[in-house]
């Protein structure tokens, strides 16, 4: 069984960035992921990743996924299942002329890695950027009109929104930034909060206060996302206290804001350290407390994630340069242009 040098799961911007930068710094590596994309695909138009005016999901996901495997990268479509440690000796590790390690004929840990249909995979490094799930309603309409008026994020979509009725689900942070940013185009802005108290920070709730365009519709649940069957036409919800009082408002896009959950469970059983949130906790060079185990992405924590595509992009170069510096036992080569120069 071949030894790989890292072995990347996930699939989304985080682990295809993670690829390519590992391709060029001479890592034998994988790329294994469910699906590829992730969270990405979700999202219909996207205007704030740098070099694209104007770019869906899917179409910036193929251009990342085409240029790793144009760089060197293997990509499988599988779910990892289990991670386990293992000792066994193997080859020596190349390493650079300061930090050079001879683990000929000792024994070094390195990690298996099982997907669902049974294949294993050993290597001496992973890089986890499984990002998060981002929770859904689970109510009807919510699949069929998801990107045609069901959205989840309001920062990635375009401004197409303008004098149009929106509306968010959810009451934290995440859902008084988007209404408080999709009230500076739409008509009229709804927060639709199961809860009796938005749980802000107070320059949004502040904000929130101040805005006309904005109502909060407190200790309501959404029940049925309406459509004409091209796009959603309003919600249907009732309230907590007297759950026969069903209503329904039109509404031409929902938002729906109510967190993500991190794909952190294959690494629990490792002892991974988490944040109180479940998110993985690294250190500044995506290093989690565990040696050879890296993260990037969505699911570290929010210390260096904003949860958005760029955000994710620079962590899983910065992972890949950990990797190498892990691997080699030597600082990783400043890459310019495609060609590597050490400084």
């Known amino acids: ?15 295809l960035t993670a690829s390519t930068y590992a391709s060029c710094f001479h890592l034998k590596h994988i790329v294994i992921a469910a699906t590829i994309g992730g969270q990405l695909l979700l999202a219909p138009d996207i205007l704030n990743y740098p070099g694209f005016d104007h770019v869906n999901g899917k179409e910036l996901t193929d251009r990342m996924l085409n240029q790793a495997k144009l760089r060197g990268g293997e990509v499988v479509v599988g779910s990892v299942t289990k991670i386990s440690k293992n000792k066994e000796p193997f080859a020596q590790i190349q390493g650079g002329a300061q930090g050079k390690q001879d683990t000929n004929d000792k024994e070094s840990e390195f990690f298996e890695i099982e997907t669902m249909d049974g294949k294993k995979y050993q290597t001496k490094s992973i890089i986890l950027a499984t990002g998060t799930e981002r929770r859904k309603l689970n109510i009807p309409g919510e699949v069929e009109y998801t990107a045609r008026g069901v959205h989840y994020c309001a920062t990635c979509e375009k401004l197409d929104y303008e004098g149009k009725i929106c509306g968010v689900v959810g009451g934290a942070n995440s859902a008084v930034q988007a209404a408080s940013e999709l009230a500076q185009a739409a008509a009229n802005v709804y927060i639709i909060y199961r809860g009796t108290q938005l749980r802000g920070d107070p320059i949004w709730l502040d904000n929130i206060g101040k805005n006309p365009k904005i109502e909060v ?56 350290k988490m944040d109180a949130g479940g998110y993985i906790r690294v250190d500044d060079r ?33 992972a890949a340069a950990s990797v190498f510096a892990f691997v080699k036992q030597d600082k990783a080569p400043t890459l310019w242009g495609g060609s590597q120069i050490k400084r």
């Open 286 to 318: 995506l290093a989690t407390n565990i040696p050879g185990i890296f993260a990037a992405g969505d699911l570290v924590s929010s210390e260096l994630s904003i949860e958005q595509i760029a955000s994710s992009v620079g962590l899983g170069a910065r």
């Open 1 to 15: 069984m071949d030894l790989y040098d890292l072995v990347i799961i996930g699939g989304g911007p985080a682990g």
């Open 217 to 272: 519709i407190y200790s309501t649940i959404p029940l049925e996302i309406l459509g004409d069957g091209q796009k959603m036409t309003g919600v249907k919800f009732q309230t907590t206290d007297n759950k026969e009082q069903i209503t329904e408002l039109k509404m031409d896009k929902i938002f729906i804001e109510i967190g993500g959950v991190p794909g952190t469970a294959l690494v629990i059983p490792l002892g991974v």
